[in-house]
């Protein structure tokens, strides 16, 4: 429980940063015109951008389903992680909430695999080390880094202390890049066209020089 | 005395040599939705991750020349089609189809090799004729495959489809949606001529799922308009299930479709992580799955089959007071369960309160 409370405080924590430094940083670009943006889409559609990512709650009031009658809400759960008793600290090492919102649309049909294949489950099974065990066109996510983890693979910058350099931001690695501690699909891919670097898969910064590599490894 | 213990020793000796390593034991709570005790319906069974979950006894030997647990693993199902004694998943880390033989509990790939060679393979639909029709994004055509899972022949090109992402079949007609032309199209399943298209005046945003009722009706997952379209066998639109939203009956990333013999519409939801059933008049019956890594859990699933054939297969895994009817299966596309088996069945236990 105490554990749970730090956490929870280091999560406030974060977040205060991560809004106080978005809103430092000069934003050139927007959602409007990027990748994300479908309201172009072939035929004129609601015009609505936020659509296709985010969910309403809808207006329609509904019965509870006819074949279960106690239900305890009428909303949905999405992109659950923790909500099952039987959770296990194995799990952590797939990919979560977070890079969930992508890979649900990004599953390689509906839009560009971003994700292909299964390696985390694959290293659970085999009981290997995950970050050892991810092939090379796979980035590991949905784990976390931290000063831990920078001490113990020796080439990794601490991203506690390392500024991002995103965009004239003067925040460390940990406050721009990594959400809840966890490097997420979100660390490097700006999904809302933030930081509109041209010509990229909507990174956060040029990788020109693999600067964007660099930013964390230490090579 | 000492023949006792000598037998006893043997008899030890005997039971390390064929001691199985086996994944732990299925978990010991039944899973039901509805939970006991409202009127169950359906029951989790069983996840298949790899050969070794089909239940084949591995010896030591093997053991010894493969190591213990997983030798062949799925690895991100996307679809999942069957027919007696077989599973055929559509795997899009392996870009290939893989059958979980069922009778020989083998895994193996379809072979796709030559001139059936697979490119970039999204649906599957099996045929009650036991023919495999498979999307292929790359070839942009319906490749098939016969009973004995050998390359049949093909169905359209480039000039017909742009983006053909899943199949289904009912009797002389193959319906296939076209993510990029926003299409549903019919085909003929002896000439293979396009009967007809739905869709062209822009009734479809990125349509990624079809499927067809036990009486011939075409449900297709509308992705980005957040429902599920209905239509009659020749295309006429009927219907439209759900809406956008998070509340019950509801869509934000609805995916694979399927329809039982009760006309029951069972779809598939990677946000919510649950799949949701509605009756013939689109009313909401029941959700399962959800959200979590426990039994019965999905995680980011995509593709959804009910299976009439196989429940006896599964019914080891049933609760003795639930009888297995037909089976459900969903893919996961991430987390250590890939495909998950659930059995829709009766309630053969004592009664139950309120009824």
Redesign the interface.
Known sequence: MQHMRTWKNKISAAAIILIFLSSSITSAGTIEGSPHD?RG???K?SGEIC??CH??????T??????????PT???????????????A??SS??DGMS?TC???H????AP?AY???T???A???NKNLIDTFPSNNHPISFVYNTALAIKDGKLYDPSTRLSGLNGSTGTINADMLFLNRMECASCHDVHNKYAVPKTKLLVKDNAGSALCLTCHNK | MKKQAFILSMLIIFMGCASIPEKPAAPAATIFYPELPQRPRLQFLHSISGENDLGKKQSAFQEFLFGKNYDQLLGKPYDVAACKEKIYILDRMYKKIVILDLASKKMSFLNDQGIGRLGDPSGIWVSEENIKYVTDMQRKQVVAFDGNDHFLRTYGSREIFEKPVDVAVYGKQIYVVDMDKEQLFILNRDTGQVINTVGEKGEFFKPSHVTVGPSGNVFVTDAFHFVIKKFSPDGKFLDTIGFHGDQIGGFVRPKGVAVDKNDHLYVVDAAFENVQIFDDQGRMLLFFGGPGSGPGNLYLPAGIAIDDNNAASFQKYADQNFKLEYLVYVTNMFGKNMLNVYGFGHWIGESLPGE
Request: net charge negative; proline share 8%.
């Open positions: 479908f889409y072939q035929w559609r659509n296709p969910a309403m709650h809808g207006t329609k509904l019965p509870a389903p006819l074949w279960n009658h106690d239900l009428q909303t949905y759960i999405i992109y659950g992680k923790t909500h099952s008793p039987t959770m296990d194995e799990v797939q990919p969930k890979l649900s649309c599953d390689g049909i509906v695999d292909g294949s299964n985390c489950g694959t659970i099974l085999f």
